[in-house]
C-alpha cells in the first residue's frame, strides 16, 4: 500500500531528515528513503532534486548521499530549517560508489509482439547490471497507470520503459501523467507529445510506415497492381501500416479509387468470418490480387479461408503479414515485414540509461525510429 504525504513532516524538515539519514548510513536508495520517512518516493525523489541543486547532497542511480566534503549535519540541518541560504555546492569525491538502478517495464501484453521487445531490454539491462521489474497490461490506460503507479509508488523504480495507451481521453490523461512524473520515462513503440507547445517525449520505434510501404513496394514488383491492405481496429499500429501502404501506392502510381482497404475485427470476434468472406468477396469483384494484412493471426485465417474457397496463394491472391511474430508457421509460409522487436528494446533500455547517467535538464530529448525487414516466403512469390 502506498503510503499517504498527509501525515509526513513539513518539507523542510523532511529534507534536514534525508541529510540526517544519508549521513548516518551513507548512500540511501529511493524507497528506504521513502519507508523511513512515511512519504512516496515521487515526493523523496523532489526532495533529493533539490537538495542536489543545493549542493546539500549527491544523487545516485537510484538514491542519494553526501558530496565528498564533509559537513558537520547539525549545521546542515540547522540552515534548512531556518530558511538560511544555501551553501556553495560542494565537490564530488572521485570513485565514490553508487548504486544498481530498477527499471520499471509495463507492456501491454506478454504472449505476442512484445516477449521480444522484452528480451532486448533484458539484454541490456543485465549487461549494465540493472534489475528490471516487468508488469503486463491489457491494452487499456486505466491498467497501464494502475500498473505504472504501482511501479513509481510501491518498488520505486529510478526509471520507467512504456508502451502506453495514448488516445482517447484516458489515454491522454496517460501522457500528461507520465510527463509530470519525477521519474525518466521513455516510451516504447509509442510516441506522444503533451503540454502547451506539444513536447515531444523520449521513445524509441518501430518505422511502421516504412515497413508497410517496403511490403507494397515488394508486391509491386511481383507485376501486382492492385494491392489491398486489412488492418485490425484498436491496434495501435493499423494507422502506420494503412499510411505506408497508401504512400506507396501513390508513389507508384497504384489504383486507389476501388482499392481495398479495410479496417476490421480481430480474428476472435463473432463477427470475424462474415468480415473475412465479405473481404474476399471484395477482393474478387475488384480483382485485387495481393493483401498487405496486419497482423500474423489475422493473415493466416484469412489464408486458411481462401482456401476453403478454392482461392490459390500465391497464384489468386499474394500475402503480406505484417508482424511476423508465427507468419513462417502458415501453409504455405507467409511472407512478412518483421519489426525489429529486440532492436527497440535494447535501444530503448540504451536511451534510458543515458537518461539516468545525465542529470542535465537540458539534455535534448531522442526519439529513435529503426527499420523494419522484409522477410520473403512462398504466399508472394
Known amino acids: 500500500m502506498t503510503v499517504s504525504d498527509s501525515a509526513a513532516p513539513l518539507p523542510d524538515e523532511r529534507r534536514a531528515r534525508v541529510i540526517e539519514l544519508l549521513r548516518r548510513r551513507g548512500v540511501l536508495r529511493v524507497t528506504e528513503l521513502a519507508s523511513e520517512l512515511a512519504v512516496s518516493a515521487i515526493t523523496v525523489r523532489r526532495d533529493i532534486a533539490l537538495l542536489a541543486s543545493q549542493g546539500l547532497i549527491r544523487r545516485v542511480r537510484g538514491g542519494a548521499a553526501l558530496p565528498g566534503a564533509t559537513v558537520a549535519s547539525g549545521a546542515l540541518i540547522g540552515r534548512l530549517l531556518e530558511g538560511s541560504p544555501s551553501p556553495e555546492p560542494m565537490p564530488v569525491a572521485a570513485g565514490e560508489a553508487g548504486i544498481q538502478a530498477t527499471v520499471g517495464m509495463v507492456v501491454p501484453s506478454l504472449d505476442y509482439y512484445w516477449p521480444d521487445v522484452v528480451r532486448g531490454v533484458r539484454e541490456a539491462a543485465a549487461a549494465s547490471d ?4 516487468l508488469r503486463g497490461a491489457t491494452y487499456q490506460a486505466a491498467d497501464e497507470r494502475r500498473q505504472l503507479t504501482w511501479l513509481v509508488d510501491s518498488v520505486g523504480v529510478d526509471a520507467l520503459l512504456v508502451a502506453p495507451t495514448t488516445t482517447g481521453e484516458d489515454g491522454e490523461a496517460l501522457v500528461r501523467w507520465l510527463q509530470s ?6 516510451l516504447v513503440e509509442r510516441a506522444a507529445v503533451a503540454g502547451p507547445y506539444q513536447e515531444a517525449m523520449e521513445s524509441v520505434v518501430s ?9 507494397v513496394r ?5 507485376g501486382h497492381r492492385r494491392i489491398g491492405v486489412v488492418t485490425t481496429m484498436d491496434s495501435p499500429t493499423s494507422p502506420h501500416v494503412r499510411r505506408g501502404w497508401r ?4 508513389e507508384l502510381g497504384l489504383g486507389l479509387e476501388d482499392a481495398v482497404d479495410v479496417n476490421t475485427v480481430d480474428r476472435r470476434a463473432p463477427e470475424w468470418p462474415h468480415a473475412l468472406d465479405d473481404l474476399l468477396d471484395r477482393c474478387v469483384t475488384s480483382r ?10 489475422e493473415a493466416i ?18 500475402v503480406v503479414a505484417y508482424d511476423d511474430e508465427v507468419a513462417e508457421l502458415c501453409d504455405p509460409p507467409l511472407t512478412a515485414v518483421r519489426p525489429p522487436k529486440a532492436a527497440v528494446g535494447h535501444a530503448a533500455f540504451g536511451l534510458l540509461a543515458a537518461r539516468l547517467a545525465d542529470d542535465d535538464a537540458h539534455r535534448p530529448t531522442h526519439r529513435v525510429v529503426i527499420e523494419p525487414r522484409l522477410i520473403i516466403r512462398s504466399s508472394s512469390a
Open 288 to 297: 485485387t490480387t495481393a493483401l498487405l494484412v496486419h497482423s500474423d493471426p
Open 247 to 250: 504512400q506507396a501506392c501513390e
Open 207 to 215: 518505422d511502421h510506415v516504412y515497413g508497410a510501404a517496403m511490403a
Open 218 to 222: 515488394h508486391l509491386a514488383a511481383l
Open 130 to 133: 540493472t534489475r528490471l521489474v
Open 301 to 318: 485465417s484469412l489464408v486458411d479461408r481462401c482456401q476453403e474457397r478454392g482461392i490459390r496463394i500465391p497464384a489468386d491472391l499474394a
Open 181 to 186: 512524473i519525477e521519474v525518466p520515462v521513455v
